[in-house]
């Protein structure tokens, strides 16, 4: 039995694992209930999401091909975490991510901030997401080869105005840019117009 601040694992069944995730069925004891609970749950590694601003102040955003949902959605670059790490090394994940899947790095004098982390859907899953602001970024080449895997078809920069629209009109879908815009909207870093 596993023990969690008074969450008991009484039992875990396992029924499928690879490199991305594996599906469990757990019967758990909460704080609140006194007989165990089953529920099914996709584990899944930790993950960054990457905002990348550049000096002008837009943000660098990938076009790219999701098969689960049969789309190709804007999204901002994110990657999952290989291991359990230092919180120093998720920065350093989030930084490889945005060079891999944008060509675009960190200038010299900028900055990675931490802007907090969430759960990507807690009714199924424990992915949590690590969000950073890195700015300010600049191309570092001016073609960019994106790797088959990632099936990222384009990457563009974008006004926060532009975004905010993307938001409104249904462009941007996805819970890592949506939480990401909430955030930077929230923290003040992005001041949208009165209405």
């Given at each position: 039995m596993e023990e969690r601040e008074n969450w008991?694992?009484?039992?875990?069944?396992?029924?499928?694992?690879?490199?991305?995730l594996s599906v469990v069925t757990e019967r758990v004891r909460t704080p609140?209930?006194?007989?165990?609970?089953?529920?099914?749950?996709?584990?899944?590694?930790?993950?960054v999401v990457v905002a990348a601003m550049t000096a002008e102040g837009n943000f660098v955003l990938i076009q790219q091909e999701r098969i689960p949902i049969r789309k190709a959605i804007w999204e901002m670059p994110a990657?999952?975490?290989?291991q359990l790490c230092d919180f120093g090394s998720f920065r350093d994940v989030a930084l490889r991510e945005l060079r891999e899947e944008t060509g675009y790095a960190l200038a010299p004098n900028g900055e990675t901030i931490f802007l907090g982390d969430f759960f990507?859907?807690?009714?199924?899953?424990?992915?949590?997401?690590?969000l950073f602001l890195a700015r300010p970024v600049q191309r570092v080449a001016q073609t960019h080869t994106y790797v088959d895997a990632e099936?990222?078809?384009e990457c563009r920069e974008f006004s926060p105005a532009q975004i905010t629209a993307m938001v409104a009109?249904?462009?941007?879908?996805?819970?890592?840019?949506?939480?990401?815009?909430?955030?930077?909207?929230?923290?003040g870093?992005?001041?949208?117009?009165?209405r």
């Open positions: 008991t694992t009484i039992s875990s069944d396992a029924h499928f694992a690879d490199d991305h609140h209930r006194t007989d165990a609970h089953a529920w099914t749950i996709v584990r899944r590694k930790s993950a990657g999952q975490v290989d990507s859907s807690p009714g199924f899953t424990d992915e949590r997401e690590f099936m990222i078809l009109d249904d462009t941007i879908r996805d819970a890592n840019t949506l939480s990401m815009w909430a955030r930077l909207i929230a923290k870093i992005i001041q949208l117009p009165a």
